[in-house]
């Protein structure tokens, strides 16, 4: 049933990742999630990835209306023996974000030309962001839940659980929108 993304969910597999084909229409878009970023989030405005620096949801929910496909990506780490997760989290993300990339660039060059991907957590290729312009724009993707995606019930939608307050299981998340 995959077909043409067979390759890339093989190759996801080559980079430790577990790819999920979805139907684009299979992902919620909510403006309820903004409320998540904007209060209560410590790194709200703090990186070009994120709100306000972003495009609003109603601006991404036009432009995923333009795919018909998406790999749901799922990096999952055994944190069990880390001390301090949310010190850890940085070098988790970045390294899950690289391998996701390497996956978008792979979608391209089989001909997936409009392959976006959103990436696990906000952007750190920089210690500190600008906040004026990226100095890394090819590196720069913005979150799934900095434009309104509702992870939690995209995951359920492809038969997934998303599980929260579990420091002992590390599940980075991103979305390949493929077209
Ligand atoms: S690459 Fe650097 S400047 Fe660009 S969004 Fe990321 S942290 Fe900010």
Redesign the pocket.
């Known amino acids: 049933m995959l077909g043409k993304f067979d390759d890339l969910v093989e190759k996801a597999s080559g980079l430790g990742l577990k790819a999920y084909l979805v139907d684009s229409e299979d992902i919620p878009v909510e403006n309820r999630i903004a409320l998540k970023c904007a209060y209560g989030c410590r790194g709200y405005g703090k990186?070009?990835?994120c709100p306000p620096n972003v495009i609003s949801v109603e601006e991404f929910r036009k432009i995923i209306g333009e795919y018909n496909s998406a790999l749901l990506l799922i990096d999952e780490r055994d944190t069990s023996q880390v001390s301090d997760i949310l010190e850890a989290w940085g070098e988790i993300r970045k390294d899950s974000f690289h391998k996701m990339l390497e996956l978008e660039h792979e979608a391209f060059r089989e001909g997936f030309t409009f392959a976006h991907l959103l990436r696990p957590g906000s952007?750190?290729?920089?210690d500190i962001?600008?906040l004026k312009e990226?100095?890394?724009?090819e590196?720069?993707r913005f979150a799934p839940e900095a434009v309104g995606i509702n992870l939690q019930k995209a995951m359920e939608k492809a038969g997934l659980v998303l599980e929260f307050c579990k420091p002992e299981k590390t599940i980075c998340v991103g979305v390949l929108l493929l077209e």
């Open positions: 990186r070009l990835s952007c750190n290729e920089c962001c600008n990226c100095i890394k724009p590196l720069r």
